[in-house]
């Protein structure tokens, strides 16, 4: 048993560094794909490598109850407010006329539905 254990520990740190690898956006030294060849093809000094030379520099972030955000501290610079739809004088000027448009329409379509009814009772035939 003790036999196999540098062959489980080799395979875990392959396949540790090469997950760790994949996922990192921007590695140190070298590009992402010769780091992948270099972890699979030179088998723990690849692994290792990697782990000291390779993986990016993480600062580590503040410990704080809250989310940080990028005006964190900095007061005087504030993104611009997303408003509502219905806060925008462009857009309601766009829906009352969207809205007249569409009664204008209806309008129109009743009094063809009228005109038409009006025709067919015209061309009916007296009954007896």
Not at 32 to 45: A, D, E, G, N
Not at 70 to 91: I, L, M, N, V
Request: hydrophobic share 40%.
């Amino acid at each position: 048993m003790i036999r196999y254990l540098p062959y489980v520990i080799e395979l875990a740190l392959l396949v540790y560094c090469l997950i760790d690898c994949i996922q990192t956006d921007v590695p140190r030294n070298l590009s992402k794909t010769t780091w992948v060849f270099v972890i699979i093809l030179v088998p723990i000094v690849g692994g290792i490598a990697w782990l000291v030379a390779g993986r990016p520099e993480y600062r580590a972030s503040r410990n704080v109850p809250w989310p940080s955000t990028q005006t964190a501290g900095f007061p005087e610079y504030e993104r611009p407010r997303r408003t509502s739809p219905d806060d925008d004088p462009e857009f309601l000027a766009g829906m009352r006329a969207s809205d007249d448009e569409h009664e204008k329409m209806l309008k129109d379509w009743e009094a063809q539905l009228r005109d038409r009814e009006q025709k067919l009772r015209s061309d009916e035939p007296p009954t007896a």
